[in-house]
């Protein structure tokens, strides 16, 4: 089966940097997605890395390590407004298609 | 906006109620899912349609049914819930086998509560 972790509760000021790391293991890797999630609304994509390496969107950067079954999520620049849940999850190749499992999710407090 | 909308929002039913959610795709997306979203534990995927075709069922309870009529709109049929089904139910979209990265697009979901 696929197993993914990632911290359940993390707390930063607003201004400052936070990496929110994933581990995961997994069969038949095809990508890794970060998705954000505020309070009662719908996950909103962020950042998908299928290469090991960085990839900057904005404040968002995402970065991959496929040897080590290990991502991260960085933000920078933190507002208020980027208190909310951040989803890992992996999509695996399978007998049924590709498939997404998700991580717990890591729910971020920005405080002032 | 994502271009998937889902009803109602909220719904309360007793056990044994029968009741439907439906959700309906606007992206010209292939692929619909289901999953449930329970607190403090991660997103189940519950089904997976691909033109039209239940291609994954994960092993869900027979009291949760879906329906897939079209590309467009996917249907969850519930009959003889129990409390701990109360979670949200999010229906999602996608485009596979487009040599993309098949992201999913997610609609607002409907919290459901079984009393």
């Known amino acids: 089966g696929q197993n993914i972790d990632q911290p359940t509760e993390m707390t930063a000021t607003e201004g400052a940097i936070v990496q929110i790391n994933c581990t995961y293991q997994?069969?038949?890797?095809?990508?890794l997605f970060w998705y954000q999630q505020h309070a009662g609304e719908a996950p909103t994509f962020l950042s998908y890395?299928?290469?090991?390496g960085l990839e900057e969107k904005g404040r968002f950067s995402s970065f991959l390590s496929r040897s080590k079954g290990y991502s991260y999520l960085l933000l920078k620049e933190l507002q208020m407004k980027d208190s909310a849940s951040y989803l890992c999850?992996?999509?695996?190749?399978?007998?049924?298609?590709?498939?997404?499992?998700f991580g717990g999710g890591t729910r971020l407090m920005v405080k002032p | 906006e994502t271009g998937v909308t889902q009803t109602p929002r909220h719904l309360v039913m007793g056990m044994t109620n029968k009741k439907s959610l439906k959700c309906e795709q606007h992206?010209?997306?292939?692929?619909m899912y289901w999953y449930k979203q329970s607190a403090k534990k991660p997103l189940e995927l519950m089904f997976v349609?691909?033109?039209?075709?239940?291609?994954e069922n994960n092993s869900v309870p027979s009291r949760f049914s879906p329906e897939c009529p079209n590309s467009s709109h996917l249907f969850l049929h519930l009959h003889t819930l129990q409390p701990e089904d109360s979670a949200l139910y999010l229906c999602?979209?996608?485009?596979?086998?487009?040599?993309?990265?098949?992201?999913?697009?997610f609609g607002p979901g409907t919290r459901l509560t079984v009393l």
């Open positions: 999602a979209s996608s485009q596979e086998n487009s040599g993309e990265h098949n992201e999913q697009f």
């Open positions: 997994t069969s038949g890797f095809n990508g």
């Open positions: 349609y691909s033109l039209e075709e239940r291609v």
């Open positions: 999850a992996v999509l695996c190749w399978g007998n049924a298609g590709n498939m997404l499992t």
């Open positions: 890395n299928v290469l090991d």
């Open positions: 992206l010209g997306h292939n692929a």
